[in-house]
């Protein structure tokens, strides 16, 4: 009786895990770039296997976010207040070799199924965002989400490669828009978890320079 208790509680926490909708944001892009990259429809190879390694890369249990979480359990357990702290308990546990594993998976998919400059592309932007924004930039410098918003500027441009194998201006112009607009975005979401950040000692912008500041801009 108790495990049927907790398995709503467990599900609930699972599914936070995933973000469904961030995940499915990001690989709503890429698609997007899959459909502008050709007239008429793309090859439904081409969609339904970069769908899946993107999908996988992407989500929480995907290659992404290993190292980061892994960080931010450091930050978590060192800096954070409770209330983080509670949030981020349903990402302990003995997960890393499911991450992994599926890091791994994404990246043979993409390579076997769709075209070797897809899956480059791929790993190129798992280091962008888990080791050069996560880990370097994220605690250095108010900017890191400026320079750190290039690897969620992405998924247009992996979709396009997955259908072409190749990267034209076109693709390049929707990374900017998304690139332009990452930043404000994400700072308006900072506002909201400002006491959280200040007590990880994270510098983003509204901790090191203030919500005032922010609202004016």
Same mark, same amino acid.
């Given at each position: ?7 709503? +509680?467990?599900?609930?926490?699972? =599914?936070? =895990?995933? $973000? @469904? ?5 990001? /690989? ?9 990259? /050709? ?8 969609? !339904? !296997?970069?769908?899946?390694? +993107? ?6 249990? &995907? ?24 949030? %981020? ?13 599926? %890091?791994?998976? *994404?990246?043979? /998919?993409?390579?076997?199924?769709? #075209? ?7 790993? *190129? ?9 996560? /880990? =370097?930039? $994220?605690? *250095?410098?108010?900017? #890191? ?13 992996? &979709? ?8 034209? @201006?076109?693709?390049?112009?929707? !990374? ?8 404000? +975005? !994400? ?13 990880? $000692? =994270?510098?983003?912008? @509204?901790?090191? +320079?203030? *919500?005032?500041?922010? %609202?004016?801009?």
């Amino acid at each position: 009786m108790t495990a049927l208790a907790l398995a709503p +509680h467990r599900f609930r926490q699972f =599914l936070a =895990l995933t $973000k @469904p909708r961030v995940v499915s944001l990001i /690989v709503f892009t890429a698609v997007i770039g899959m459909f502008l990259a /050709v007239p008429g429809l793309p090859p439904a190879r081409a969609v !339904f !296997f970069g769908t899946v390694g +993107h999908r996988a890369r992407r989500g929480r249990r &995907g290659g992404d976010q290993l190292p980061g979480r892994a960080e931010d359990r450091r930050r978590d357990a060192t800096h954070a207040s409770q209330r983080r702290c509670r949030a %981020a308990s349903c990402r302990r546990g003995r997960r890393s070799c499911s991450r992994a594993w599926s %890091a791994r998976s *994404a990246l043979w /998919v993409l390579f076997r199924f769709v #075209n070797p400059l897809t899956m480059w592309l791929t790993l *190129a932007t798992f280091i962008g965002y888990a080791v050069v924004y996560t /880990v =370097l930039l $994220k605690p *250095a410098t108010p900017q #890191n989400i400026v320079i750190g918003g290039a690897s969620g500027a992405m998924p247009p441009v992996l &979709g396009w490669a997955a259908v072409t194998d190749d990267i034209a @201006p076109e693709a390049l112009l929707l !990374f900017l828009i998304i690139f332009i607009w990452t930043p404000p +975005h !994400f700072w308006s979401l900072a506002l909201y978890r400002r006491d959280d950040y200040a007590r990880a $000692k =994270l510098p983003m912008l @509204p901790v090191t +320079h203030g *919500a005032a500041l922010h %609202a004016a801009a």
